[in-house]
């Protein structure tokens, strides 16, 4: 038995692929899909979140982007989308199922000192290869019409893509009722052992659970910002605050970013007119309040950005938190303990990195399992938890 302790993006998606592969699970949350995955927007935007510093990362969400539309056309169907949604073209159940759309990013600028960035930037995906277009702000509106005047320039990452997270994880709860995989709605206490080796997980008590302990051949930690308590892995969580409006018709054709008093926005639209404004970064451990500060800061520089969404009504402010890691990348791979699968520490990057996230750790857990070699097998060392075994 294979045990996923943890119901967000990553755990659910871990989940259906072992699920798929004919392989006993049993999924482990007190709240499946209401922690990070429910605050998160969604973006699918290796390119235009690219740093200087964050080469590994821009190459793991690269590689994951590109398995997004296959893994949203196997889940619309293993969800039953196709019967809804489905019909008119390849990838339609997919599109309006889960909102998964591809037209791109556009990152502006407003005075001198952010064109000057964006240029630097721009020299800089230049030399990754990166596929980028630079515009002028009359250009950026011709794109957006609702873009601030004061707009004087900005980058349009035509690849991005982005999704409704929610819809993703409803999708993923579907499709695992659907092949039968047990949920047990109770928090993981903590780690069975048997000597160095996990065994499985101890539950709290919770209405409708009789077992305080659930044995497994693995456990898959996939609990976010709350790993650390669990196995004493370096994450920590990292809280953000987000704000949902909702227009009678979409404001915005594609995500837009900008820096704004110091601070990164971006405004990420819905199908259905909803408008998504992210997100603070806060490092305040376990705090998931919504506070007046939080929204008065994204409301003050989305109305930089798009002056328009001061008209807009509120349907939605909630706080999440990311699981971080001191270099940014995520944890995935053999646990220091025998029987012990990490698939945590995603940051800012869950959503976008689900796809790869659950291919590398069912690759690893199938039967006859091999070393990944190749691509795989680079990009299972770029995330690789033995990184910080090894610089202890």
């Known amino acids: 038995m294979n045990v996923i302790v943890g119901g967000g993006v990553i755990g659910l998606s871990v989940a259906w692929r072992l699920a798929?592969?004919?392989?006993?699970?049993?999924?482990?949350?007190?709240?499946?899909?209401?922690?990070?995955?429910?605050?998160?927007?969604?973006?699918?935007?290796?390119?235009?979140?690219?740093?200087?510093?964050?080469?590994?990362l821009l190459r793991l969400g690269a590689a994951s982007l590109g398995r997004w539309p296959a893994f949203a056309d196997e889940l619309a169907a293993?969800?039953?989308l196709d019967e809804e949604f489905g019909g008119s073209g390849p990838g339609e159940a997919a599109r309006r199922g889960?909102?998964?759309r591809a037209d791109g990013t556009l990152d502006v600028a407003f005075g001198a000192d952010d064109l000057a960035a964006l240029d630097e930037l721009a020299a800089f995906m230049d030399k990754l290869g990166l596929r980028v277009e630079r515009l002028t702000g009359r250009e950026c509106r011709r794109l957006e019409p609702m873009l601030a005047p004061s707009v004087r320039g900005g980058l349009l990452a035509p690849g991005d893509a982005w999704v409704d997270p929610r819809r993703v994880t409803a999708a993923l709860l579907a499709a695992l009722d659907r092949l039968g995989?047990?949920?047990?709605?109770?928090?993981?206490?903590?780690?069975?052992?048997?000597?160095?080796?996990?065994?499985?997980?101890?539950?709290?008590?919770?209405?409708?659970?009789?077992?305080?302990?659930?044995?497994a051949e693995r456990v898959v930690l996939a609990a976010g910002a709350w790993s650390g308590e669990l196995a004493g892995v370096p994450v920590r969580p990292v809280k953000g605050q987000i704000m949902r409006l909702r227009?009678?018709?979409?404001?915005?054709?594609?995500?837009?970013?900008?820096?704004?008093?110091?601070?990164?926005?971006?405004?990420?639209?819905?199908?259905?007119?909803?408008?998504?404004?992210?997100a603070t970064q806060e490092e305040l451990g376990f705090d998931t309040r919504v506070t007046a500060g939080g929204l008065h800061e994204l409301l003050r520089d989305a109305r930089e950005l798009?002056?328009?969404v001061t008209e807009l009504e509120v349907a939605d402010v909630v706080a999440g938190l990311r699981p971080g890691t001191p270099d940014n990348l995520p944890l995935i791979g053999a646990g220091e303990a025998p029987g012990l699968v990490l698939a945590t520490?995603?940051?800012?990057?869950?959503?976008?990195?689900?796809?790869?996230?659950?291919?590398?750790v069912t690759a690893g857990l199938s039967p006859g399992a091999e070393i990944l070699t190749g691509e795989e097998g680079e990009l299972a060392e770029l995330c690789s938890p033995a990184r910080f075994r090894e610089i202890s």
């Open 20 to 56: 798929r592969e004919g392989l006993p699970v049993t999924v482990v949350d007190p709240a499946p899909a209401r922690g990070a995955s429910h605050a998160a927007a969604g973006m699918l935007a290796p390119v235009s979140e690219v740093s200087y510093t964050e080469e590994p």
């Open 98 to 100: 889960l909102d998964l």
């Open 78 to 80: 293993d969800a039953g």
């Open 345 to 360: 520490g995603h940051h800012r990057g869950g959503v976008l990195l689900a796809p790869l996230t659950a291919a590398l």
């Open 181 to 215: 995989v047990p949920l047990v709605r109770a928090r993981a206490a903590g780690l069975l052992r048997d000597g160095e080796t996990v065994t499985g997980v101890r539950l709290d008590p919770a209405p409708g659970v009789a077992a305080r302990e659930l044995a």
């Open 247 to 278: 227009s009678p018709q979409p404001l915005l054709g594609r995500c837009v970013r900008g820096t704004v008093h110091g601070a990164p926005v971006y405004l990420v639209p819905r199908g259905d007119g909803e408008l998504v404004l992210g």
């Open 306 to 308: 798009v002056p328009g």
